[in-house]
């Protein structure tokens, strides 16, 4: 699935006076793409890269790299 390209070249924002308005990030003409993920499916996936770290797609793989947050 592609999105619309106006999703990643503009962005909105709150001015001074509390209005809400829109941004151009790029230049007039320039080409985006912007592409939609699909869900993988979870027998596809094997590991996870994190900012701790690699590990297993598992529950176990995450409490070895999070152990701190591990209930």
Not at 11 to 19: E, H, L, T
Not at 27 to 51: C, M, Q
């Amino acid at each position: 699935e592609e999105r619309a390209a106006r999703e990643v070249t503009h962005i909105s924002g709150r001015g001074a006076d509390g209005a809400t308005f829109e941004v151009q990030l790029t230049p007039d003409g320039s080409p985006a793409r912007n592409f939609a993920f699909d869900v993988t499916p979870s027998r596809f996936v094997t590991g996870l890269i994190t900012e701790r770290g690699v590990c297993a797609a598992t529950e176990e793989g995450l409490r070895g790299l999070f152990p701190d947050l591990a209930g």
